[in-house]
């Protein structure tokens, strides 16, 4: 057996310009791990501030949605692999219209991504500058205003910005060195940890007598699914990796056991350590609290964990360039936006004008959350959540469509527990995995009151800028277009250069045309 | 270092080494996939996979058995279905309708010879037994109606030809079949 993958056709004069493919293995996996990896990081403090000394159940919780999301996500990018993730299996399983809201979705989660990471990776940064990190100006009507660190967030922001444009093949260079060094590094952290400060009484003590009450529980088990954002940007990635329908189902099911390993032995490690009220009380740097109080790498970890969590949140927050732009590239392909954001550098084949798009929202976003102070950082995290849920419900539904509507792309992974009916498989699973982000974003709205307003408001804006182009375009405004999916299905498995599927395909249909015309002649 | 043995919290040790091994085993095993295959290799598989319904003519010899015991073989890994054929060839000068126990007898023999074949293999399976005036027409027809994807042919070289190496029912299936035909022709001395 060999990890051997094969070179990129190159692209036949006269074509138009696409995507490059020049994702690797280890490349599709730090796409992922390097959004998830940087919301442990942030996620942990907030988590333990809400569940206590329920936090790995809290954690657990979360998990156990995150792995049906995980198996739906593995399955629906390795059967489509094209860049869209939610948005496109929506589109193809549902419809235009519940495309546009999964991809609006999934965009105010991309943008925000951008932005409060940025944000974030600025303000680790300034760990090392007490005085920029203290700095505060009055702008009339506007307070405290850290103009420095706002400025270093937006400078972040063009960097990663040129970065995306420049190519995917530098963008996921600079995810998978940084991606590796920090899962060493929290590897070493994790050892370290378990071998010589953890203490499994203190564990004990703090579940018995630290328990949260049910309604901070649940607010607890929402915020960390924002930890499991980063699967969707596996799938964002799929147009440009290397034999995606082989390499996603493997990156995707080794990005959902890494997580929870981290996920997991994070809050383990920590309630075994220290009190649970030491780490909530430090929400921007908690690993670096859990890695202060460590024998042996305690003394380098305040700077070691400020380093990391720099360029790990710096690297999630390219995650949503890429994702951002993606995504809206595929929208654009699919008519659910206007086809300027679908065009491709023709020296770099990147999609430039959405990069650069969504680059400038974020960096919008910045402006607004220094203005209004901490709040607005609220706000996005609130609505982090609900743009990550309601994109994993509608990705669901679209599932259990799609095993109905196209019994015949080949599934090169299926998600386990079906039911066979008349030759088609019903996803037990899949139907558990709607029900459980259904509630999931039950609770989001439930426990988030500025989410449950700015939200749907993005949403609907979208909506409103989706039906306005339809109706200026002469589109229909609530049916579909009409759209060849089979010869499409067939275009998409040759460009990515998974013959085996395409001939499992073309067969399949063929098995099909021959019952269709013997039933017609009967 | 004794010291800093002593210091590990024996639960937590178990815990940090299964972290580290499934760490590991998850990376190792996401970074060897599958080979690559071209588009000439699984073109060529999938054109067999896709053999779902394969015709095997029998006479009872071995020769033919062994044709059989082929098609079950290509056959098994997409459950493809067995159609057992035995021709009874009469001759011109006579009523194709005209009773013919012996040969007969001897046709539904051979078609149950083979049907214990497929049956070892779990395939499904239909015997046909027909009269035509040439048996190789008759196959071929079989094949037109059922939609068969495939014929296998087991052959013995006929020694009184000396320029042609198929019999006449073989070259007439070769002629008008409308499906793939696979021939096996058992070398010399290999027929008995």
């Known amino acids: 057996m060999t990890s051997e993958v094969r070179a990129p056709s190159a692209a036949l004069p006269g074509a138009p310009v696409e995507l490059r493919r020049d994702v690797s293995i280890w490349g599709s996996f730090t796409w992922g791990y390097a959004d998830v990896g940087a919301d442990v990081y942030v996620a942990l403090g907030l988590v333990m501030g809400a569940a206590h000394g329920a936090t790995p159940l ?221 780490l909530a009380e430090r929400e921007s740097d908690p690993v670096a609290v859990l890695a202060s109080a460590i024998p042996y790498i305690g003394f380098l970890a305040g700077h070691a964990a400020a380093v990391l969590g720099a360029t790990i949140v710096l690297i999630s927050a390219n995650t949503g360039v890429m994702g951002a732009s993606r995504l809206s590239y595929s929208m654009s392909e699919s008519h659910l936006l206007s086809p300027w954001f679908s065009a491709v550098h023709p020296k770099f084949r990147t999609p430039v004008r959405a990069v650069v798009f969504f680059s400038v929202v974020a960096a919008a976003q910045v402006i607004f959350s220094f203005l209004t102070g901490p709040h607005a950082m609220d706000t996005m995290v609130n609505m982090y959540a609900f743009g990550a849920t309601l994109a994993y419900f509608l990705s ?48 989001v709205l439930w426990t988030h009151a500025l989410g449950r307003v700015a939200g749907p408001g993005w949403v609907l804006l979208w909506l409103a800028v989706y039906l306005w182009y339809r109706w200026k375009n002469r589109h229909p405004l609530f049916s579909n277009l009409p759209r060849d999916w089979e010869k499409e299905q067939i275009a998409i498995l040759t460009s990515a250069e998974e013959f085996d599927l395409l001939e499992q395909y073309k067969h399949a249909l063929a098995e099909r045309n021959k019952k269709e015309a013997k039933h017609a002649s009967q | 270092m004794i010291d800093l043995i002593d ?45 779902k319904k394969i015709l095997v003519p029998t006479v009872g010899l071995p020769y033919a058995e062994r044709g059989v015991e082929l098609a079950c073989r290509l056959g098994s890994e997409q459950g493809a279905e067995i159609l057992l054929t035995y021709v009874v060839e009469v001759p011109r000068t006579m009523p194709l309708g005209i009773p013919l126990p012996d040969a007969e ?70 002629r008008h079949s409308p499906c793939e035909v696979l021939i096996d022709k058992l070398p010399k001395g290999a027929q008995e």
């Not at chain 1, 607010?219 to 799929?238: D, N």
């Not at chain 1, 080949?410 to 509630?439: C, D, E, S, W």
């Not at chain 2, 049956?119 to 037109?144: M, N, S, V």
Request: aromatic share 12%; hydrophobic share 55%.
């Open chain 1, 396 to 443: 669901f539904i679209a599932l259990i469509a799609l095993r109905i509507k196209d019994p015949y792309t080949p599934r090169p992974y299926r998600m386990p527990f079906n039911i066979q009916f008349k030759g088609i498989y019903i996803p037990i699973l899949g139907i558990v995995g709607a029900f459980a982000t259904l509630a999931m974003m039950g609770v």
């Open chain 2, 7 to 51: 210091q590990i919290n024996p639960l937590g040790g178990v815990i940090a080494l299964f972290f580290v091994v499934s760490l590991i085993s998850i990376l190792w095993w996401m970074l060897h996939p599958p080979d690559y295959i071209p588009a000439a290799a699984a073109k060529a598989r999938h054109s067999v996979f896709a053999v």
């Open chain 2, 105 to 174: 007898q001897e046709g539904n023999e051979a078609l149950e010879r083979a049907c214990s074949i497929v049956k070892l293999h779990g395939l499904p399976f239909q015997k046909i037994l027909q009269r035509a005036r040439l048996a190789g027409e008759e196959i071929a027809r079989i094949a037109r109606d059922r939609d068969v994807d495939m014929i296998i042919l087991g052959i013995r070289s006929e020694p009184g030809l000396r320029d042609a190496i198929l019999g006449r029912t073989s070259d007439i299936i070769l």
């Open chain 1, 58 to 278: 809290a954690f657990a919780a979360a998990g156990f949605v995150y792995i049906l999301i995980g198996f739906a996500y593995t399955e629906l990018a390795s059967a489509y692999p094209v860049a869209g993730g939610g948005q496109y299996y929506t589109t193809r399983g549902l419809g235009d219209i519940w495309g546009l809201i999964a991809g609006a979705a999934l965009l105010l989660d991309y943008t925000i991504c951008i932005s409060l990471f940025a944000t974030a990776s600025a303000g680790y940064i300034n760990f090392f500058f007490p005085a920029i990190r203290e700095f505060a100006i009055d702008i009339g009507p506007f307070q405290g205003i850290n103009l420095i660190w706002a400025a270093e967030s937006l400078f972040l922001i063009v960097l990663l910005m040129i970065l995306n444009i420049r190519g995917i093949r530098e963008s996921s260079l600079f995810n998978s060195l940084i991606g590796g060094l920090d899962m060493v590094l929290e590897t070493i952290i994790i050892v370290f940890g378990f071998l010589f400060a953890w203490k499994p009484e203190m564990v004990v003590f703090q579940f018995k007598t630290e328990f949260p009450s049910t309604e901070q529980f649940f607010y607890a088990v929402s915020v960390a699914i924002i930890s499991y954002v980063g699967l969707e940007s596996v799938s964002q990635a799929a147009q440009e990796t290397r034999r995606p329908a082989t390499i996603i189902p493997r990156t995707s099911v080794s990005l959902i056991c890494v997580v929870l390993l981290f996920a997991m032995a994070f809050p383990i490690l920590a309630l075994g350590v220290l009190p649970w009220q030491a």
